[in-house]
Nanobody, 121 residues
């Protein structure tokens, strides 16, 4: 199985920045996506960003231009650099991996424990 460990969350004022990290097992190598999701109290989890091994990325409209996802395969670490944070970014953020199969990728199979981001006005 895959164990994902997030870190880097905290409290910040609106307009500030945070960088989240996610360490994943070193024996994992896949063309499937790694992702960040978030969940605010009373709301369903939503996709924030995806990245693939070859470097392609995807962002939710709400964070595009403010957040940057990156993957350092040598260090087995996924990052989410968050800038210009808004109060509506307040949520628990989760590192997520797809599962690779012979038939393709199974989306959002492995989840970390989450790291809290709180943005105050």
């Amino acid at each position: 199985q895959v164990r994902l460990v997030e870190s880097g969350g905290g409290s910040v004022q609106a307009g500030g920045s945070l960088k989240l990290s996610c360490r994943y097992p070193g024996n994992i190598f896949s063309t499937c996506a790694m992702s960040w999701y978030r969940q605010a109290p009373g709301k369903e989890r939503e996709l924030v960003s995806n990245i693939w091994q070859h470097g392609a990325t995807n962002y939710a409209d709400s964070v595009r231009g403010r957040f940057t996802i990156s993957l350092d395969s040598a260090r087995n670490t996924l990052y989410l650099q968050m800038t210009s944070l808004k109060t509506e970014d307040t949520a628990a953020y989760y590192c997520v991996m797809d599962r690779a199969t012979s038939d393709g990728c199974v989306s959002a199979t492995y989840w970390g424990q989450g790291t809290q981001v709180t943005v105050s006005s």
